[in-house]
């Protein structure tokens, strides 16, 4: 039985794990002035880190949980992962090797 490349339903795995990811990816990129922050701050605190990036630490992870908390946020990573669910059962090719420059000369 073939997959129907339009099927919105979601298994349990997409929606506790994969979609999740992708809104984890999608955060630190939306959040990469906090996550620079936080980075610089580990860097020139070495060993005290813990102490001396509470600021920093707290500004990231206050962007990171808006967009956690944000239902159309998460909606907006839902529909990212489905279409690229829908290209994959159409293609049988992973988004990955989509993306991929074809080799020119063969």
Not at 26 to 50: H, I, P, W, Y
Not at 52 to 66: D, F, G, I, V, Y
């Amino acid at each position: 039985m073939a997959l129907d490349p339009a099927d919105q339903h979601l298994r349990h795995v997409e929606k506790d794990v994969l979609i999740p990811k992708i809104m984890r990816e999608k955060a630190k990129e939306r959040c990469s002035e906090q996550v620079q922050d936080f980075t610089k701050c580990c860097k020139n605190s070495g060993v005290l880190m813990v102490v001396k990036c509470r600021k920093e630490n707290s500004a990231l992870k206050e962007c990171l949980t808006a967009y956690y908390n944000d239902p159309a946020f998460y909606e907006e990573c839902k529909m990212e992962y489905l279409k690229e669910r829908e290209e994959f059962r159409k293609t049988g090719i992973p988004t990955k090797k989509r993306l991929q420059k074809l080799p020119t000369s063969m």
